[in-house]
């Protein structure tokens, strides 16, 4: 089973709205990520969780939290964004830093 | 210098053509090479890793040139299914980052 599943599949939600993302995987893998992906662009790198710690932090606004809660879970908290965050938002796990990564289905994000 | 290019296309390929994707990346210290295919608003999907010796898939095979510093990936007899997006992904030794090329459009027409 190489599932990475996402919630939820599409958000709406306005400038001063919190909201989060939820990212679950029950491969044991040890490394989760977060990117964003807008369209016809590849996805960009936004967080790194290695062993449930914060491994990269792409230099990402700090109105984009990231948590993991365990080593099946990763959360991205949203607050005060803004319409250009609007995006697909992908979760991603591997077995380690250096092995391939299996996506989520991703979360559609609109700010209006 | 971007750390992987890839030829965005797009290509257009009849049913039953043999088409080359090919990527450059430009640190000599990357370790890890895949493709990933990626179709119209869903996720990227591994579709291979890429081995020093080379490897095959069924229609796919993925070439590594350490040399050269390229990997390309070549689909023989196109399906209609197989038009996606293709994106090539490199891993550095330092920093674990994943790099992703830009991807390649690939429609395969009847």
């Known amino acids: 089973d190489t599932e990475v599943t996402q919630t939820p599949k599409h958000l709406v939600m306005g400038m001063t709205n919190k909201k989060s993302l939820k990212c679950e995987q029950h491969m044991g893998h040890r490394a989760m990520y977060w990117y964003k992906q807008k369209a016809k662009k590849p996805p960009e790198l936004m967080f790194v969780y290695s062993y449930e710690k914060l491994s990269i932090n792409e230099s990402v606004p700090s109105r984009f939290s990231p948590e993991c809660p365990n080593s099946s879970l990763l959360n991205l908290h949203l607050h005060a964004l803004q319409p250009e965050d609007s995006a697909l938002y992908l979760c991603a796990s591997s077995q380690d830093l250096a092995y391939e990564q299996y996506f989520g289905p991703g979360t559609r994000l609109t700010v209006t | 210098r971007k750390e992987v290019e890839q030829d965005p296309g797009p290509f257009n390929v009849p049913e039953g053509a043999t088409v080359a994707f090919n990527c450059t990346y430009s640190n000599s210290a990357s370790q890890s090479f895949f493709w990933y295919r990626q179709d119209c608003r869903k996720e990227p999907k591994l579709l291979m890793s890429?081995?020093?010796s080379g490897n095959e898939d069924g229609r796919f095979t993925a070439q590594l040139n350490r040399a050269s510093q390229y990997i390309s990936l070549l689909i023989r007899d196109s399906k209609l299914s197989d038009s996606a997006t293709y994106l090539c992904v490199v891993k550095t030794n330092t920093g674990n980052q994943f790099y992703f090329g830009t991807g390649t459009s690939l429609t395969v027409i009847p």
């Open positions: 890429v081995y020093s």
